[in-house]
């Protein structure tokens, strides 16, 4: 299972950001996918997940009206669409996969499949 980040980059405050994440090596429609990330100094903390289908979604307080997560399965590829950035946005975002249970989702510990990280800066 290989997972590949993309999308990263610098922005300015009020900008936008579309992060892609690419799955291979097998099938993943009935595997979950979330988004994490990582500031300088802190820990690593959830963004967004999607599950199977149907395509359950959820949000972190911080990213909820902000970002759009959503996944092509035909692509084995989940999106995380980023609008109007701040500048505490700006950490290394990850992609992880696996098939946690509901309640666990937001928790970095129950993927055991992580994608490399896109860092993604946004200037003030």
């Known amino acids: 299972v290989q997972l590949q980040a993309s999308g990263g980059g610098l922005v300015q405050a009020g900008g936008s950001l579309r992060l892609s994440c690419a799955a291979s090596g097998r099938t993943f429609s009935s595997y979950a996918m979330g988004w994490f990330r990582q500031a300088p100094g802190k820990e690593r903390e959830f963004v967004a997940a999607i599950k199977g289908s149907p395509g359950s979604t959820y949000y972190a307080a911080s990213a909820k009206g902000r970002f759009t997560i959503s996944r092509d399965s035909a692509k084995n590829t989940v999106y995380l669409q980023m609008n109007s950035l701040k500048p505490e946005d700006t950490a290394v975002y990850y992609c992880?996969?696996?098939?946690?249970?509901?309640?666990?989702?937001?928790?970095?510990?129950?993927?055991?499949?992580w994608g490399r990280g896109t860092l993604v800066t946004v200037s003030s």
């Open positions: 992880a996969l696996d098939r946690p249970i509901t309640s666990q989702l937001r928790v970095a510990s129950s993927y055991n499949y």
